[in-house]
């Protein structure tokens, strides 16, 4: 029996619509008839409550949370109001957000607490920037954003890593499987030297210009269990190629 089941994750970022809902109904169709992988989208907030009702078994989430349960947070959702909507999924700590919003690794660990308080699959995604890598400083500045960003106490199943690396996403550049298999294999040594036999059971998601011309490739990696995908989320004629490039693998 396979130690981790696959899991495959759309973000549509501030994207979509809904009409672009319509996508959900082929992407969960494509789901069943794969088998043996779970499939999650996560859209903007405002699609969340529209997307559960037409998801057909697709995990809808959410692509961000507040740290705090409630209070004087302007424009900010809270956990518990993402799983009310119907959420089973919040991405946090996307490089999008630690770039833009200025997100910490302690706002980002934040974050995956309140997340996983609520009740929701919570995927820390971790990654380098292009200078970093060049730098050849990659697999220490990924294990240090990890162990900055990733909660001590969850249950088993809900925490998810994605490793995303900046110069990969929405830039059509892929990691290689050799990239791709370095940095897996850190972050699994790390997951096990921090929480032992549950860190080996923790999925670990690539991320990164995943495409279906890539995807099996990148999904036959020793420690890759699925992947976040960003622009070909956003059409079930591209995601469900990824959705069955994982479900074989
Ligand atoms: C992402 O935003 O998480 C992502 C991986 O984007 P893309 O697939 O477009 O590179």
Not at 6 to 26: D, H, I, R, T, Y
Not at 33 to 47: K, N, Q, R, S, Y
Not at 100 to 127: H, M, Y
Not at 135 to 149: K, Q, W, Y
């Amino acid at each position: 029996m396979q130690l981790r089941r696959k899991l495959v994750v759309g973000n549509w970022k501030m994207n979509g619509s809904l009409a672009q809902l319509a996508e959900l109904g082929p992407i969960a169709d494509a789901a069943r008839e794969a088998g043996g992988v779970d499939v999650g989208i996560c859209p903007p907030f405002t699609l969340i409550a529209a997307a559960v009702t037409r998801s057909g078994g697709v995990a809808i989430g959410a692509q961000d949370c507040h740290q705090a349960a409630s209070g004087a947070h302007t424009g900010c959702v809270s956990a518990a109001m993402l799983k009310e909507a119907g959420a089973k999924i919040a991405i946090v700590g996307h490089s999008e957000r630690r770039a833009d919003q200025g997100e910490t690794d302690a706002l980002v660990r934040a974050k995956a607490e309140a997340a996983l308080a609520a009740g929701l699959i919570t995927i820390v995604c971790v990654g380098e920037s292009e200078s970093q890598r060049e730098a050849g400083g990659h697999v220490r500045v990924v294990t240090d954003m990890l162990a900055g960003s990733m909660p001590d106490d969850w249950e088993e199943g809900e925490l998810v890593v994605a490793y995303e690396p900046v110069w990969a996403i929405g830039t059509g550049k892929v990691a290689t499987p050799a990239d791709v298999i370095e940095m897996h294999a850190a972050l699994r040594a790390a997951l096990v030297a921090r929480f032992g036999d549950r860190g080996g059971r923790i999925r670990i998601l690539y991320g990164g210009s995943v495409k279906a011309d890539n995807a099996a490739e990148t999904f036959r990696c020793p420690e890759v269990d699925g992947g976040l995908v960003g622009g070909a989320s956003l059409t079930a004629a591209q995601f469900v190629p990824i959705v069955e490039a994982a479900a074989g693998g």
